[in-house]
T-cell receptor, first 110, second 114 residues
């Protein structure tokens, strides 16, 4: 059974800092990995999708990497801003629909 | 097209009552998913459809839950005889049936059972 773990559970950083969120998964037989953002009480917004054959994807200040063999992914956020404050969720897709981690709650302090 | 739409956004119901949620996916998407999320947890898979066929159901989907997608477009999720443990956000998502495709989520429907 696929399990997804995200570390840390919560993170607080001053504005402008670069930061890394971690995601690990137990079954490396995945099709792709997605990072989502969730604001309180809201739905999920897709940030980046990495196919299993890819090593990384970039969108603006966000960069996500994937090491399928070791079952790890990282989301790098450059020059963090207060507007980045949200919960970030990692999810993997394989023989079953998306399996999510519990998320990392990020607070960026002005 | 503005994305995945869910209604109602919030529902408060008394224990034992039935509730129904509706999801309208992105129009060209043939896959539709239902997830449930409680506070501090990631979304948990409930079921998904490809066109009108329900292809997979989680063990979380007890006999009190039923989902339909009668014409391969919108979907409904009904919970019968609600219990307090059903209180959660119910998320709908849609995608094309290719592995390279991003899954898009709606804003969710909050259920509170009192």
């Amino acid at each position: 059974k696929q399990e997804v773990t995200q570390i840390p559970a919560a993170l607080s950083v001053p504005e402008g800092e670069n930061l890394v969120l971690n995601c690990s998964f137990t079954d490396s037989a995945i099709y792709n990995l997605q990072w989502f953002r969730q604001d309180p009480g809201k739905g999920l917004t897709s940030l980046l999708l990495i196919q299993s054959s890819q090593r990384e994807q970039t969108s603006g200040r966000l960069n996500a990497s994937l090491d399928k063999s070791s079952g790890r992914s990282t989301l790098y956020i450059a020059a963090s801003q207060p507007g980045d404050s949200a919960t970030y969720l990692c999810a993997v897709s394989g023989n079953t629909p998306l399996v999510f981690g519990k998320g990392t709650r990020l607070s960026v302090i002005a | 097209d503005t994305g995945v739409s869910q209604n109602p956004r919030h529902k408060i119901t008394k224990r034992g009552q039935n509730v129904t949620f509706r999801c309208d996916p992105i129009s060209e998407h043939n896959r539709l998913y239902w997830y449930r999320q409680t506070l501090g947890q990631g979304p948990e898979f409930l079921t998904y459809f490809q066109n009108e066929a329900q292809l997979e159901k989680s063990r979380l989907l007890s006999d009190r839950f039923s989902a339909e997608r009668p014409k391969g477009s919108f979907s409904t999720l009904e919970i019968q005889r609600t219990e307090q443990g059903d209180s959660a956000m119910y998320l709908c998502a849609s995608s094309l049936a290719i592995v390279e495709n991003t899954i898009y989520f709606g804003e969710g429907s909050w259920l509170t059972v009192v």
